[in-house]
């Protein structure tokens, strides 16, 4: 067995677990899937900036494009160009619930190897399209990728984690997203001088992690949880002493036969959700995914060219703009997993909300103030704009972009776990969608209003971490309940003690 260090859980010291090379290898492949969904959200901003993309599906949006006197906020508002962007959103918050009933009965890994399905057919629709049916009938599967994708993976690395190290292990999922995005900020800068067909090479680049995910799921695990869950006792206790790394696993082991044992008598998770014990995780969850995009991050990462375009860059510096920001993305999440099992869960999130209202505030002061809706930015407040959009993105990367999937992924019981989380994923997607169909034309009709549009929600969201928020770190994932919920000032009202396991 590969060697590790003891680890033990907050509330539960009889859990040992070292991290093996083993645990280290599952969450790398698992987490593909987070580079898939980074690289879409990535490259659909570079593909509906290059031209040749443009003429043949959107002429109309290049002809406004091309004009000599053309506004700067509204050069790209048309709602089939967003509809390109956010029918993948769509097609992912109708999959999670699908995901959700294969994450129960098959498992995490079966789940995890059907989105990568979904993947390649999806690739292979959209970097081929001749008409506008088969581009968006390709996102629309690369949608029900990211569905399945987005409910197994958070969970299988929640589930495989020791508790000490579970928030940095989960946070490679957003990593992986990072990576995915500053991937497909670098084909975009490369491949937008490949002319008439660059758009189908950055398209198609998203099948390489499809086949790295569908490959490699065949080395990993399916989680003990799942396996235990599904009556394969036997197998689950193996697959606990192989990823724990040590023969004495029978305390973690009680424990997941007890919460599955228990997790059996509910027949319907949903209308269990419904009850007032499970009012504390799923409001937290379907919150924070609504938050998470109230951030006005996907705004920004979606059309981080297109952004950089409206304040005076050229096309291929503002491609290269978007570079930076995505190197500035992977490096901060770095930081996040360095630090969401040392300063906790709450640190970061209320950390965050100052140091990202400061520069959306000052985004949008210099843009209202300088930047007219003819003409540019001169060049030291188009730089200015562009160091705060890379302190924004610091922000967002060490905290609500990775605590948004940790946090409902570690807070449901398991008796509503794949249930809730695939709500607080459908939640996600909604918003999503909303951002990406809606944001275009609201920097059209905001223009730079929008950025204290997103402001006001960023104090909103503050206000709800530093109230009802409570701290998970170092917590068992089965322990959430007596140690989080019921000694939190306001959530304890929810808790009743016949319920307790």
């Known amino acids: ?49 290059m031209d040749d993309f443009l003429i043949k599906f959107f002429p109309a949006v290049y002809e406004r ?78 949608g029900f990728g990211v569905g399945f994708g987005n409910q197994a993976v958070p969970l299988f690395l929640s589930e495989i984690a020791p508790a000490r190290l579970r928030g940095g292990l989960n946070i490679v999922f957003q990593l992986m997203v990072t990576i995915g995005i500053l991937i497909a900020s670098v084909v975009n800068y490369f491949t937008s001088s490949i002319h008439p067909y660059g758009w189908r090479l950055a398209l198609g680049g998203a099948g390489i992690p499809a086949l790295i995910l569908l490959f490699g799921s065949l080395l990993i695990c399916e989680t003990p949880t799942s396996l235990i869950e599904r009556n394969k006792t036997e197998e689950g206790k193996a697959t606990l002493k192989k990823i724990r ?82 190197s500035v993305n992977v490096l901060s999440t770095l930081v996040g997993i360095f630090l969401v099992d040392r300063t906790g869960r709450r640190f970061l999130l209320l950390q965050a909300a100052v140091q990202m209202l400061s520069c959306q505030l000052v985004i949008g002061i210099i843009l209202s103030k300088d930047l007219g ?3 540019t930015l001169g060049k030291t407040e188009a730089m200015i704009v562009v160091i705060l959009v890379c302190v924004y993105v610091m922000g967002f990367a060490w905290s609500w972009g990775p605590l948004g999937w940790l946090i409902p992924s570690e807070t449901f019981p398991l008796e509503t776990r794949t249930e809730g989380y695939a709500l607080a994923v459908s939640c996600n997607m909604f918003f999503t969608f909303v951002i990406a169909q809606a944001f275009l034309s609201m920097l059209c009709a ?50 009743r003690q016949e319920h307790d396991v």
């Open 1 to 49: 067995m590969a060697g590790g260090f003891v680890a033990f859980s907050g509330d539960s010291p009889a859990f040992q677990a070292k991290m093996t090379v083993y645990v280290f290898i599952c969450v790398v492949i698992a987490a593909v899937g987070g580079l898939i969904f980074g690289y879409d959200i990535g490259i659909s901003g570079g593909v509906t900036a």
């Open 65 to 142: 494009k091309k004009q000599a006197h053309e506004d700067n906020y509204c050069k790209y508002d048309n709602q089939f160009l967003q509809l390109f962007t956010s029918s993948l959103y769509l097609a992912a918050l109708v999959a999670s619930f699908f995901a959700s009933a294969t994450c129960s009965k098959l498992g995490r890994k079966p789940t995890m190897q059907l989105a990568s399905i979904f993947f390649l057919i999806g690739v292979g629709l959209a970097s081929g399209a001749a008409n506008m049916y088969m581009l968006i009938m390709g996102r629309i599967l690369l």
């Open 245 to 326: 790394g040590v023969e004495d696993v029978d305390e973690e082991y009680q424990s997941l036969v007890h919460a599955c044992e228990f997790a059996r008598q509910v027949k319907d998770p949903y209308r269990r959700l419904m009850k007032p014990e499970s009012r504390p995780p799923l409001v937290i969850g379907l919150l924070l995914q609504l938050f998470q995009q109230f951030t006005g991050i996907n705004a920004i990462m979606f059309y981080a060219p297109v952004l950089f375009q409206t304040v005076g860059f050229g096309n291929n510096a503002a491609l290269l703009s978007a570079v930076i920001t995505g």
């Open 373 to 375: 809706v003819k003409g």
């Open 446 to 495: 905001m223009k730079s209003g929008i950025f204290f549009f997103f402001s006001a929600w960023i104090v909103v969201m503050g206000l709800f971490a530093l109230f009802f928020v409570p701290e998970t770190k170092g917590v068992s994932i089965d322990d959430i309940k007596d140690s989080v919920w019921k000694r939190h000032w306001y959530w304890k009202r929810f808790m």
